[in-house]
Structures are given as structure tokens and as C-alpha cells.
């Protein structure tokens, strides 16, 4: 869901001290299922409260695994008013429209649909990086990756079909959440990256933002819920603490111990498992050409990450 921020714009990565005592690949399987079963949590919690409040709710449990963290590790939050005016458009791009527009998506859209937009994410980073980042050129199999990601996208959707059975607006809306995370990556990238903070700071901070931006929008367009219905309130509770707060832990731990470029391998797994969960516990229904049309995305998605070996 926030994958990339694997990419270390947050600046200097700090190898843990401990030795680790969970294999890394257990721990990369684990972060694959958390995140891919997060499409499914987010359609659950929507069952029973409105799109930002689900937001709201995730973020505010997100946010306190990352302030437990912190205060184990005696790491402060940021310093400045720079960094934290940065974090703050940070925190908009990368957490609070993402996840709201995900929410709105998935009220009139399956689950494996929004999963698989998710995976659209390297390619709109590829086709920004044509023009946002001079230094990061394309290369022909880069391009091409990109168009054929792009095809994917237009099999899952069966545009032969005119689009039928596909709501425009859900779609949008999870391709709209799709690009806002290469947009918030470029930008940390370009205001971020000399950070003397770690990781963990400066995404502790972030989510911090994120949840107090949700704090002011989410009364104005919704009312109080009259009620608490209890699936999709653990639902939420799961979705903020696993798929958002411990999520981001495991990712900051994958990243200084085997590369960000390893890490980021989870964003082709996530659409596989939010699709099996979908179709095996929602019920949701499958055909040919959204698996056909995923993987296709992958592949594109795959190839958009290829660097040249200049």
C-alpha cells in the first residue's frame, strides 16, 4: 500500500544493532499477506462506516504502533519547521488521499480491482520520471514496460467490451490513489532525501500528519456513526495496525537489511494475494481477464524497474 517508500527518499537508512531472529524472507512473505489482505480489510471496514472515517481509523492506529516504536527506540520525532512543512505534503500524498481515495474506490468496486490498480503505481512512476526526473532516464525496455503495463490495465478493465461491468468512478478514483503515491515519492525524493533523521522518524511524523489532516476533513463530510458494528471496526483496528503501522516496521527493517530494490519485490505479490482474498473470502467474482490483465501489469511494472547497466 505504501510500497516505495523502500526507495530510502526518507535519507540514511540505520541497520538495526540486534541481530535479527526472523529470517528476512518469512518477514517478506508476512508484509506480501498484510498488504494484499488490506484491500480486503478496507472493503469490510466500509461495510459499516464511511470511506474517512475508515481512513481516520486506520491512520490513528497506524500512527500509534509507530509512536510505541519510537518510544522503544528513544528516537525523537523531527526537528524544524522545513521538515516537518515537507512532511506535511508528504503526508497528503503518500497516506491521507491514497487511503481516502481507496476507501471511496472500493464502495462501488471489488476488492482484486483495487488491488491490482495499486499495482499501476511503478508505471505512473515511470511515466512521471519522463519528465520530473532528468537524472532518471528511460531506457527502451523501461518504455516499453510501460505501455505494456498500461495494456494490462486495459485487459483487466475489458475495454474490448466497452468497459461493462466496471465502475468508472471506483476505477478512477483507485487509479487516482495509484498515481498520488509516485507523485508523493518524487517529491520526497527532491525535499526529503538529505535528511539527517532516520526512517522511522520522519514516517512516524508523517503518519502523525496524515492522521491530524484526517481529523479535520473526516467531521466535515461525515456525521458521528449512531452505531459500532463490530466486524468492520476490527477490521479497521487490523488494517491501521497491521497494514499500516506494523506493515511500515517490517518494510523498514527489509530495506536496511536486504535493499530497498529487494524489498520493493513485494509490490508484485500484493495484487496476487488481495485478488485470492477477494475472490476466497468476499466471494468476489473473477474472469479471465483479470488475472490475464494482472499479470500483464506485473510484467510491465516489472520492466518499468529495470536500470540500465551504464
Not at 539527517?196 to 473526516?218: F, M, N, R, Y
Not at 456525521?223 to 483496528?237: I, W
Request: one cysteine or more; glycine letters at 10%.
Amino acid at each position: 500500500m505504501t510500497t516505495a517508500m523502500t526507495k530510502a527518499t526518507h535519507g540514511p537508512l540505520r541497520t538495526p544493532a540486534a541481530r535479527r531472529t526472523i529470517d528476512w524472507r518469512i518477514r517478506f512473505a508476512a508484509l506480501s499477506l498484510v498488504w494484499g489482505f488490506s484491500f480486503l480489510l478496507i472493503k469490510v471496514g466500509t461495510d459499516g462506516y464511511a470511506p474517512f472515517q475508515v481512513t481516520l481509523g486506520r491512520l490513528v492506529f497506524g500512527t500509534a504502533v509507530l509512536a510505541a516504536a519510537l518510544a522503544m527506540k528513544r528516537e525523537r520525532l523531527p526537528r524544524g519547521a522545513r521538515t516537518w512543512a515537507h512532511l506535511t505534503v508528504a503526508a497528503l500524498l503518500l497516506n491521507a488521499l491514497p487511503f481516502s481515495l481507496f476507501a471511496y474506490a472500493e464502495l462501488t468496486i471489488p476488492s482484486t480491482l483495487a488491488g491490482i490498480c495499486n499495482a499501476t503505481s511503478p508505471l505512473w512512476g515511470m511515466a512521471l520520471s519522463l519528465v520530473a526526473l532528468s537524472e532518471d532516464r528511460p531506457t527502451r525496455v523501461r518504455v516499453a514496460g510501460l505501455g505494456l503495463g498500461f495494456l494490462g490495465v486495459l485487459t483487466v478493465l475489458g475495454a474490448w467490451q466497452g468497459f461493462t461491468g466496471v465502475d468508472p468512478t471506483g476505477t478512477a478514483l483507485a487509479l487516482l490513489a495509484s498515481l498520488s503515491y509516485p507523485i508523493g515519492w518524487i517529491y520526497v525524493r527532491r525535499t526529503l532525501a538529505g535528511s539527517s533523521d532516520s526512517h522511522l522518524s520522519l514516517t512516524g511524523a508523517q503518519l502523525l500528519l496524515a492522521t491530524l489532516q484526517l481529523a479535520v476533513v473526516t467531521p466535515l463530510f461525515t456525521s458521528m456513526p449512531t452505531r459500532f458494528p463490530v466486524v468492520p471496526l476490527l477490521a479497521v483496528a487490523a488494517l491501521g495496525t497491521l497494514g499500516t503501522g506494523l506493515a511500515v516496521l517490517i518494510q523498514y527493517g527489509l530495506v536496511a537489511e536486504v535493499g530497498p530494490t529487494t524489498a520493493q519485490m513485494v509490490t508484485y505479490f500484493i495484487p496476487v494475494i488481495a485478488t485470492a482474498a477477494g475472490v476466497a473470502i468476499l466471494g468476489e467474482s473473477l474472469t479471465w481477464s483479470t488475472p490475464v490483465g494482472a499479470v500483464i501489469v506485473l510484467a510491465g511494472a516489472a520492466l518499468t524497474q529495470v536500470r540500465s547497466r551504464g
